[in-house]
């Protein structure tokens, strides 16, 4: 098992930075991609990016202007920080261990999600 | 970016049923397609990857096909804890994208 934990405030203002960390408890942290998705109440699933532990991330072009994710392999944490926000990035936002074998990949484990509310 | 589109949006099924849930891409993503089940509450747990091949743990009454465009996820025999939402992933391209998801509904 790799059991991940997301960790930040779970109200943030209108035009402020969201910021969340994700703590990787169990198997090696290398080797591996590390995501972020996030799912608003009632609707589908949306991948923010990912980064592995040499740094290089991959974002959503829909949200690059806005993202920017970091990593501490020595605290095995990663994070996320999303400026700028507004209702519409109300969700719960899910870390997960992006695995890339053979250039197929897929999300396993995910973290139980972390819900963050954007409001005045 | 690849649009994922399921189909049905939901369904509803009885213990015992075999349930099919289909899953189009918007252009061809050979077999870069995964498959997830979300229960209330909870985070998606992946149930199938590179279009056919199950995850350790997952019964073997999931079973996912296709290639190309079109997908299928299959339970051969629901049971009471498959009531749940499906969601179809494309990792083809990034930005990976998912589809809208199937709720599977007790009959």
């Known amino acids: 098992q790799v059991p991940l934990q997301e960790s930040g405030p779970g109200l943030v203002k209108p035009s402020e930075t969201l910021s969340l960390t994700c703590t990787v408890s169990g198997g090696s942290i290398s080797d591996y991609y590390w995501s972020w998705i996030r799912q608003p109440a009632g609707k589908g699933l949306e991948w923010i990016g990912r980064i592995d532990t040499s740094g290089r991330t991959n974002y959503n072009p829909s949200l690059k202007s806005r993202v920017t994710m970091s990593i501490d392999t020595s605290k095995r944490q990663f994070s996320l920080k999303l400026r700028s926000v507004t209702a519409a990035d109300t969700a719960v936002y899910y870390c997960a261990r992006e695995t890339d074998y053979s250039n197929y990949d897929w999300f396993d484990p995910w973290g139980q999600g972390a819900l963050v509310t954007v409001s005045s | 970016d690849i649009q994922m589109t399921q189909s049905p949006s939901s369904l509803s099924a009885s213990v015992g049923d075999r349930v099919t849930v289909t899953c189009r891409a918007s252009?061809?993503?050979?077999?870069?397609l995964n498959w997830y089940q979300q229960k209330p509450g909870k985070a998606p747990k992946l149930l199938i990857y590179a279009g056919s091949d199950l995850q350790t743990g997952v019964p073997s009454r999931f079973s996912g096909s296709g290639s190309g465009t079109d997908f299928t996820l299959t339970l051969s025999s629901l049971q009471p804890e498959d009531f749940a939402t499906y969601f179809c992933q494309q990792s083809y391209t990034m930005p990976w994208t998912f589809g809208q998801g199937t709720k599977v509904e007790i009959k």
């Open positions: 252009q061809n993503i050979n077999n870069y």
